[in-house]
């Protein structure tokens, strides 16, 4: 049954598709659009590229002698800390409500202030 319906589906394809070209016809050739999704050759041949340069180390120069750091404990001072305050907006959802007049009030996002702040040491010089 199979063998068949292939027959029958070779035989419809054959007598609906193109015949044979004859000698009177003229085959002429599908011109296609261009594709715009093309890539385009590279504007040169690639060639070997030359090794790079290694650069080269200017000589080593000693700067001097290394700076005085003096330090807490070798200076006359104190640790303290200083509050820095801090201060930024975010935004909060406030839900919708209705008045004693009876208007409803519609919800959404509203600023808010946030105020708060941190200690960062500071080194106190002197007593």
Do not use: I
């Not at 209705?98 to 941190?118: A, F, H, S």
């Amino acid at each position: 049954m199979k063998a068949l319906a292939v027959m029958a589906v070779v035989l419809v394809a054959l007598s609906f598709g193109p015949g044979p070209a004859g000698a009177t016809d003229v085959l002429r050739p599908t011109v296609l659009a261009p594709n715009p999704f093309a890539m385009t050759p590279p504007p040169a041949p690639l060639e070997p590229r030359p090794a790079p340069q290694v650069p080269v180390k200017p000589p080593h120069v000693h700067p001097g002698l290394p700076p005085v750091v003096t330090y807490p404990c070798c200076a006359a001072g104190y640790w303290a800390y200083q509050w820095v305050p801090t201060a930024y907006t975010t935004y909060v959802w406030v839900p919708g409500y209705v008045t004693t007049e009876g208007t409803l009030v519609g919800g959404g996002y509203y600023p808010q202030v946030v105020t708060g702040g941190y200690y960062q040491p500071v080194w106190v010089t002197g007593y």
